[in-house]
Structures are given as structure tokens and as C-alpha cells.
């Protein structure tokens, strides 16, 4: 799922052309890839190597040959930015190995969103396709538990609140023995209607569970 989101919203990836061969198919999957907004802010990283600026091997002297750049979306109170993580390239100039420090550890590999929380209305674009994963792994259990509840919402301008409708569905087969991944998917109306459980329950094929 969070793979998806690496294809949807983005890594972005920049190696310098003397850093080292790729294979042609690989370099074409890595451009496939949507582009971070360039209006997200940017900034640098640099991560240079544990041993200086000698050679690990030989101790001989480095000359830069190249760099890396990956690009990390992090989140901050109500903004994105894209951190680049750096990363040049050294070659020894007696032994000709390469010294190039490793990519920091990311919480998620691959899926390349940062540690920090994910809040803020630039957060929409990540976090819809996030939700519509969660929800279709809820809705393809063996066993479902729906529930539903009102609600009073803020009605800004009218003096009064209105009845909303807040919903869950829940798969959690661990109680009976089940090793999938648990899962919620919450749902709301700003309105008493609800959502129809026909329309949104509509291709799911377990057992339903629900309060009458
Ligand atoms: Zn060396």
C-alpha cells in the first residue's frame, strides 16, 4: 500500500551521471515516477562519510566523483517540504575504491514519506489514496463490524449545531484466530442521511456485524 504512495506522491531521485552505471529499465522505472511538486519547499542534507575525507581502504586522498539525491517528503505543523538527503561520492585517488556514506534508516522504505506527522491540507493528495487502500483492505475481510453514531457538528453562522453522522468498519479477524492486518475505515456525513451502507457495503462479500 505505502508503495503506492511512493508512486503516487512521490520520491524524487537525482544521480549524478558519473555516480555509477544503472540499468536502462531501472533508470526508466525511477523516472516513471511523479515528481514532488516543485512549489514544495526544499531543503539539503549533505551526508558525507564516517572516515573524512581519506580512503577506508588505503588512506589515500578523495576527490569527489559524483552524488546522490534523494528526496524525502517530511511533514511539518501545516506544510510539506522536501528534505534532499545529499549524498557525494568519493573515489580514492591511489586505489580507486568508492567511499559514499549510506541513506539515513526511513521509517517507511520505499513508501519515502518523512517521520513527521502528517497533518495540513497539503497533506490531502498523500493522505486519500492512503485511505482508500485502508478502506479497501477493511472491506475485503472475511468479517466485518459496522457501526454508525450522530453527532453534533458546528454549523458556523446558524446558532446552532447539526446532526452529523459518523460511521466505522472495522476488520479485526484476531479474535477468531485470524493473521491479517486489522483495520478501520471511518466515514462521515455532515448530514443525518448517513451514507447508505448498501452503496458503500456494496462489494463487500463476508459476514457483516452490526448493531440493530
Ligand atoms: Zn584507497
New binding site residues.
Partial sequence: MLADIAAAGGAEDAEDDTAGAEAPQEKARRSARKPLPDSLLRRDVGHLPAGGCS?R????ALRKVGEDVTGILECRPGRFEVVRHVRPAFS?R??E?ITQAAMPALPIERGRPGPGPVSGRAGRDLLEPMAASIGRHALAGPRLHADDTPMAMLAPGKGRTRTARVWADLRDDRPFGGTDLPAVLYGSRPDRKGEPPQRRLRDFQGLLQADA
Avoid at 581502504?57 to 589515500?60: D, Y
Fill in positions: 580512503c581502504a588505503c588512506g589515500g580514492c591511489t586505489c575504491a
